[in-house]
């Protein structure tokens, strides 16, 4: 069981270059996550997916897009980078209410 | 008002002795309460979850839930240095429960 995969682990990106960041769960979990973590701020809700074929924006969705592919891949994707979009991001994904498990995080750097 | 709140720290304790972690929530439709521990570097890291008023223990850790209060703590006994690490707070709510919310998180110390 790999648990929840991401890639890429590191990322740098010239200002106004897209890219995709993909997430995969081998849990068979309905529900899966995107968030960005900065220092001082936390944990910051991107998008998140309920379930297959739904998708819900969360705190800090502006200047990302999502797809939940299937049950198991969950992708965001950022159009046009901003430094401002410098960051770590994690992928997680629970079951019910039973707690979240995160992927190992992608740092990705736009200049 | 945050939706979770956690003293930033940093929390230094000895090894050996008990390390006392805390958090409040805003919202009283909150279902279950989790704690998460992340070392520098690493992704966040599922070590309890409560949802009942009372204590919860798993090994070193118990977790402890008062919902009168909306105050969640998380005790870790016999500190060692491999705890060093921040601890994440967290709550969920929503109709299935996955909606969750985090704290900043408190960073601990254990000096050996």
């Known amino acids: 069981n790999a648990g929840v995969t991401q890639t890429p682990k590191f990322q740098v990106l010239k200002t106004g270059q897209s890219m995709t960041l993909q997430c995969a769960q081998d849990?068979?979990?309905?529900?899966m996550y995107w968030y960005r973590q900065d220092p001082g701020m936390g944990l910051r809700l991107i998008y998140y997916s309920a379930s297959e074929g739904t998708t819900d924006k969360g705190e800090v969705p502006n200047g990302y897009n999502v797809s939940r592919l299937n049950k198991r891949e969950f992708s965001l994707r950022l159009e046009s980078a901003a430094p401002s979009q410098t960051s770590v991001y994690f992928c997680a994904s629970s079951e019910s209410a039973s707690g979240q498990y995160f992927g190992p995080g992608t740092r990705l750097t736009v200049t | 008002q945050k939706e979770v709140e956690q003293n930033s720290g940093p929390l230094s304790v000895p090894e050996g002795a008990i390390a006392s972690l805390n958090c409040t929530y805003s919202?009283?439709?909150?279902?279950?309460f989790f704690w998460y521990r992340q070392y520098s570097g690493k992704s966040p890291e599922l070590i309890m979850f409560i949802y009942s008023n009372g204590d919860k223990e798993d090994g070193r850790f118990t977790a402890q839930l008062n919902k009168a209060s909306q105050y969640v703590s998380l005790l870790i006994r016999d500190s060692q240095p491999s705890d060093s690490a921040t601890y994440l707070c967290?709550?969920?709510?929503?109709?299935?429960?996955?909606?969750?919310?985090f704290g900043t998180g408190t960073s601990l110390t254990v000096i050996p």
């Open positions: 849990m068979n979990h309905n529900s």
């Open positions: 919202d009283r439709g909150s279902q279950s």
């Open positions: 967290a709550v969920n709510r929503g109709p299935h429960g996955n909606q969750f919310y």
